[in-house]
């Protein structure tokens, strides 16, 4: 089994964000009902305790408006039951007045004046009521009737604790459904919003891992427009580049492996010419010693070239030594090697000053300029201009106070704008059928070994790339 394979599995052993998601949806739900329910009991018992006082006060008027002869016992004994009352009192202008007591009174446990009452006080009083309230007398206080200041009640706990029990329990009951139908709504609308689209973003992950290069492999957008869609939409462009860069790598690894097979015959054959090369220096015609030497260092770059065997992506490229070259004296020399002399619908046009000189290395700058050049001579071979004129390559150069720049420029069909940087990346296009989309991405690198930089310029017509070369610094210049 891959390492990706074991990873998702682990994953999916693990505490997942679902599991993770419903907790914390529970406990939130339920903290919330808490802080809803305790002051809920609170409440209740303000309200079953002013229930009394509201009795009691009723009573307090029977009792103050008859006289105290015309109530019997069982009378007052029946208006304290029906207050829940151990003793009602009665304070008036300044005295206090026993109305009514029971034969043998508890003694008093608390004393709660309703008339001032606090929030957290009266939790603290609730839970101490829940707590301690089995069998405990309290003594009440709450408005008076009349012109009365207050009244106060002695009365047992104990209903008041069962009660407050039987309304806790029932708030209870009623909270935990709807703290359970809260959390499984919430925990369903995340699931569905926030945790399955990431569940799916995790699968394709894992998924592309397994086998990169696979773009059927690639996520699939839903096309949202919040985070989680600019979250699959950034994915799927970084899969989609990590896929084609693997292409690529994979393609630079193919062109290596044959390069190393073919570089032992190759050699074998450049040797050969090579030698017959040099019997043509001993011809008695023009044409032939003035090709002869061009034909011998040709052959001996080309050996030396396959001897490094270079393989496009690793660093084998051999640091630039820089000479000092005469610019024009270079470029014809390339228009030779690629040709040009033998081609006559394309007009050469070397406008490279005469006496310009530069710092470079000498096979590097021939390897740049040659493949530029030839790239815009594949170019312009098979495609007409729309006014039918002659087609022209063109070289010019220059000293700006960053060092030297070469352009070298074509009459072709251009390149699209969209190209862009892409144009210098390894396989990224080709000029010609039998092309090996290397050319470019070679010049590029060999541009930048010199410290320099190359971009393609825009113009009406064609394809114009010009490339930079820094001043050297004093004592790199080879002698």
Known sequence: MSVAASKDSTIHKGFGLSARLLLLTIAFVMLAEILIFVPSVANFRNSWLNDRLASASTAALVLEAAPDEA???????????NVGAEMIALRIRGTRRLLAINDMPPPISGRYDMRETRPLTNIMDALDTLLSGSDRAISVIGAAPMEGEFVEIVINEKPLRTAMLRFATNILVLSLFISGLTAALVFLSLKWIIVR????????????AEKPEDRARLVKTSGRTDEIGRAETALYGLQKSLSKQLKQKKH???????VSKINHD???ILTSAQLISDRLGEVDDPTVKRF???LVQTLDRAIAFCQSTLVYGRADERPPELHAIALKDALEEVRDMIGMTDVSTIHWQNRIPDRLTIAADPEHLSRICTNLCRNALQAMENWQRPDKASHVLSVDAGLSEDGWWIEIGDTGPGIPVSTGQKLFDAFHDSSSPGGSGLGLAISADLVRAHGG???????????????TLPRPKQGQIAA
């Open 71 to 81: 109530l019997s016992e069982d009378l007052v004994n029946s208006l304290l039951k």
């Open 197 to 208: 689209p990431v569940e799916n973003l995790t699968k394709a992950i894992v998924l592309f």
């Open 252 to 258: 630079l690894a193919s062109l290596g492996l044959a």
């Open 266 to 268: 190759l050699r074998n």
């Open 292 to 294: 002869a030497p061009k």
């Open 453 to 467: 930089t190359i971009s393609l310029v825009r113009k009406e017509q064609g394809a114009h790339f010009r490339f």
